[in-house]
């Protein structure tokens, strides 16, 4: 575990890396409502820049699902592992879900929109295989929330709960940022290479776990104990790492060797 700010380990010019990055809290600041978040545009760019220098090796992962990110990244496009993995893209632009059955999901949602109307401030997203209950205008419900999300869990132990920043989702058994980033790295172009992740959450730690364990870099965003290897202090020194990361293409590194 580890407290320190401000240190990453430093990246080699030799080294094929993968970039895999969340995005609230990482890419884009923390709103107050979802629906206000934005990735400014030089981000993008720097995405983009960072993605051809590694063919494509740069993804999203996130809890948000993959349209939504797909409209934070525009005009970019991306591989993405949505809500936790419980959706992916991949580099070909192959989607795969991994869904609730639909008695389920309708079971779940009239419970959750019943109980969500009895706490005002707080907010229910439907993700159509997950659900995000949300309080940050309403703090004092982070309680009751958290035990309604228990009580889902108990009683439908195919969901499993999993705690963010203001947060609670209940999401399908298995499905975690970690399982995600070893997925996309068992395929072109992310195999080979080493994968470098970037996230701020509870929801980010079994991604750094997965990257520690591929002796990959993990990089932990804001404070709070961490599995992660480096750590930046906000988003503000995200995009300043952004724009200062430049990697060697396959092309330099085998120009480099030949001379």
């Not at 999203?60 to 959706?87: F, M, T, Y």
């Not at 520690?212 to 993990?218: Q, T």
């Not at 965003?221 to 952004?242: E, F, I």
Request: proline share 7%; hydrophobic share 45%.
């Amino acid at each position: 575990m580890t407290t320190q700010t401000d240190f990453v380990p430093p990246l080699h010019a030799e080294t094929r890396y993968a970039f895999f990055f969340d995005v609230d809290g990482t890419l884009a600041a923390i709103k107050p409502r979802p629906d206000e978040v934005s990735i400014p545009v030089q981000v993008l760019d720097d995405l983009k820049r960072l993605a051809q220098q590694c063919e494509g090796a740069v993804a999203l992962v996130s809890g948000r699902p993959i349209d939504q990110l797909d409209a934070l990244a525009s005009p970019l496009v991306l591989p993405i592992a949505g809500v936790h993995g419980a959706e992916r893209r991949n580099s070909e632009g192959q989607i795969t879900r991994i869904a609730l059955a639909p008695a389920t999901v309708t079971a779940i949602s009239r419970e959750l929109d019943a109980a969500i109307a009895a706490l005002p401030g707080t907010s229910l997203e439907n993700k159509g295989m997950a659900f995000a209950l949300h309080y940050r205008q309403a703090p004092q419900y982070q309680q009751a929330i958290e035990q309604l999300a228990a009580s889902l869990v108990a009683r439908f132990p195919e969901l499993v709960q999993q705690p963010g920043k203001c947060v609670v989702e209940l999401k399908p058994q298995g499905v975690n940022k970690g399982a995600a980033i070893k997925d996309f790295m068992q395929h072109p172009p992310f195999a080979g290479r080493v994968p470098v992740f970037l996230g701020d959450d509870l929801t980010d730690e079994a991604g750094f776990i997965a990257v520690n364990a591929l002796d990959g870099i993990s990089i932990k965003v804001g404070a709070g104990t961490s599995n992660a290897q480096g750590r930046l202090s906000d988003v503000t020194a995200v995009y300043r790492w952004l724009a200062q990361t430049r990697i060697k293409t396959d092309e330099d590194v085998s120009t480099s060797v030949r001379s």
